[in-house]
């Protein structure tokens, strides 16, 4: 069975970090750019980070550059998305998902991990 399953979420201070993983099972996973979204309250879900298939490629939104970094471990069929300088609003559900390339579309998608940023 395909399957996406991230971890790592928890409550944390702003200022902290935090590591995320999406492991990824039952698909070939080398041969998918992967990608983190999230999604706050009352808000739309949003593009966080994207990776090549192979890991020489990355993109971020304008929010979280600089503070946050995709990366890809395919022997492990696992993606990370490390998350530093946290602040309150990078509070949501972070999401990751599969796509043929960075720019989508995604077409298989994790139930999502918790993240919460105390002020």
């Known amino acids: 069975q395909l399957q996406l399953v991230e971890s790592g979420g928890r409550l944390v201070p702003a200022g902290d970090s935090l590591r995320l993983s999406c492991a990824g099972s039952?698909?070939?996973?080398?041969?998918?750019?992967m990608g983190w979204f999230r999604q706050a309250p009352g808000k739309e879900r949003e593009f966080v980070a994207a990776?090549?298939?192979?890991?020489?490629?990355?993109r971020y939104a304008e929010s979280v550059r600089g503070r946050f970094t995709i990366s890809r471990d395919n022997a492990k069929n696992t993606v990370y998305l490390q998350m530093n300088s946290l602040k309150p609003e990078d509070t949501a559900v972070y999401s990751c998902?599969?796509?043929?390339?960075?720019?989508?579309?995604?077409?298989?998608w994790g139930q999502g991990t918790q993240v919460t940023v105390s002020s």
């Open positions: 998902a599969r796509s043929p390339r960075t720019t989508g579309p995604y077409d298989l």
């Open positions: 990776i090549t298939q192979s890991g020489s490629g990355t």
């Open positions: 039952g698909l070939a996973f080398r041969a998918y750019a």
